[in-house]
């Protein structure tokens, strides 16, 4: 059983700084991606970025390029989402994936999330 836990989330001003973390339980696969999702109230889960385990490939998605970087710890078997120049529109509760077949796409280990609010 992977357990994911996320931390780093709060209440921070539009164009403040905040920095997630994703910790597991268990080994990550080295041949699955992980990444960082979020949802805002009535709106679906969408992708936000990711990272493949083994090769250390990233992608984002558009509206957080040059804003959030994600990267990872394999010695904590934590990964982390940076985020910068935070925008109302980011907003959301941020949840951690893994044991995906590819970046962006959605593996089966979720976290519970963790709140991002920011306040124009």
């Known amino acids: 059983q992977v357990e994911l836990v996320e931390s780093g989330g709060g209440l921070v001003q539009a164009g403040g700084s905040l920095t997630l973390s994703c910790t597991t339980s268990?080994?990550?696969?080295?041949?699955?991606?992980m990444g960082w999702f979020r949802q805002a109230p009535g709106d679906v889960r969408e992708f936000v970025a990711g990272?493949?385990?083994?090769?250390?490939?990233?992608a984002y998605e558009s509206s957080v390029q040059g804003r959030f970087t994600i990267s990872r710890d394999a010695a904590k078997n934590a990964v982390y989402l940076q985020m910068n120049n935070l925008k109302p529109e980011d907003t959301a509760m941020y949840y951690c994936?893994?044991?995906?077949?590819?970046?962006?796409?959605?593996?089966?280990?979720w976290g519970r999330g963790t709140q991002v609010t920011v306040s124009s």
């Open positions: 994936n893994a044991g995906a077949p590819g970046i962006g796409s959605r593996g089966a280990y």
């Open positions: 268990a080994h990550i696969f080295t041949d699955y991606a």
């Open positions: 990272l493949h385990w083994s090769t250390d490939a990233t």
